[in-house]
């Protein structure tokens, strides 16, 4: 049957995949060759859009070799079909057509979930017809025609509340990969549905085979869901520039143009080289490839001079001392805090000892004996202290990332609790930085304790 040919296609194709991603991977780690994440992607959409749908075409039977098939067609599978998906959708279909009705009695725009709805009800409707195809000339089954005549009338108007969905988000927002993609399918949709309304041979190769040049023609080309985006998000900033809208408008575009299609994508609204610009900062944050997008989002924010609460954010830091030796002089005992821990509870010389950070004042308390508080080291001023250090670029710069060193000199006081002297030694304090905001602090380091 139809169901199990894709059902062979999709697992062919998943084999296929993982044993070229494997092969990928062997490249990669034996001869040093990096391979990035995006090669992986296109293989994924290669296969999955080229090998799958001609593997599936490829075992479609032509018309009299299934209509000799129908005796086998298998029991389960036409009552699951009859007894489990058509009742499934007809109930969404009745909630849909409900809504549409609100929609017109209220006078309002469809939400935007809307359409992937109505795609859900697409899909389990063909699904279920692609299923009971082969049984649809068969003495008893008068039913199946009859149905898909329903079927497609019904989408009429969904197809329409679809249309208008879109329409509304496109004529609000532009066109994105997803809208773009949402638009594709409307218009597959429109197709299909006036063909089998309107054609007496309603052959049902059309389907896949029409998904399969739809899917060619959004992947590739200057059509493609990519350039279509791109240039519609571009007329997009132009017009918002134009009109002088708001910063946050102009920044959802500029962050949506960054993220999706890079740095040099905004290359028509300055002068300067933003291809070589991207270049460098992307170089400069491969060891934290997370920070990459950011980096070059906040850089675009600053050369189109848009001002907004995520421009304001100075990027994530982390300060570090510049010799990573602790000197331990003088102390007996070290007991070791990281930067995901909060408690830590260990025993030295017999008496229990727990530290306890507080994330929100950020302060490190530590417990001795019985003593919940004996000592508490401040964190925050000394971290206010390194945000002012590096607004005056006074910091030495370590080779990684907005990475810094402590300044000379730099450490907490020791406390001192009966016979005890403790000292806090950060080895990392970090965070994202804020304007108007103390630092947002993670850190982590060495207890130091001596015993008088």
Partial sequence: SLFLRFLASALYAAVLFAGLSAALAAIDALFNIK??????????????????????????PDMEKLSSNDAEYPKGLKLFTQYVLIPLMTIYLAILLVYEVKIIIDWEFPKGMVSLLILGYAIFGILSLLLIYPIRNKEGFGWIKLFSRFFYFMMIPLVVLLLLAVWTRVQDYGITESRYILLCLAGWLTFITIYFLVSKEQNIKLIPASLCILALLAVYGPQSAFSVSRYSQLARLKKLNKEKSKDEDRADVIRYLVKKHGLSSLQEFTSIDLKAMEARITDETKDQSYMTKFDLVDTAFKILKVKTETANMDQYVTFIPEKAAVLVE??????????????VETIVNGIPFKLMKDVAKNTLTISIGGNKSAAVFDIDPEAIKLKSLLKDGSLKKDQNYQTYYFPAGFGLAPITYGKYELLFKPTSISGSI???KNISTEYKGYLLVRIK
Avoid: C, H
């Fill in 35 to 60: 391979i990035d994440w995006d090669v992986y992607m296109r293989l994924f959409a290669i296969v999955v859009s080229g090998f799958s749908p001609i593997f599936f075409l490829a075992g479609v």
């Fill in 330 to 343: 003088g102390y007996q005992y070290i007991i070791p805090l990281d930067n995901y821990e909060t408690k």
């Fill in 434 to 436: 804020e304007i108007k």
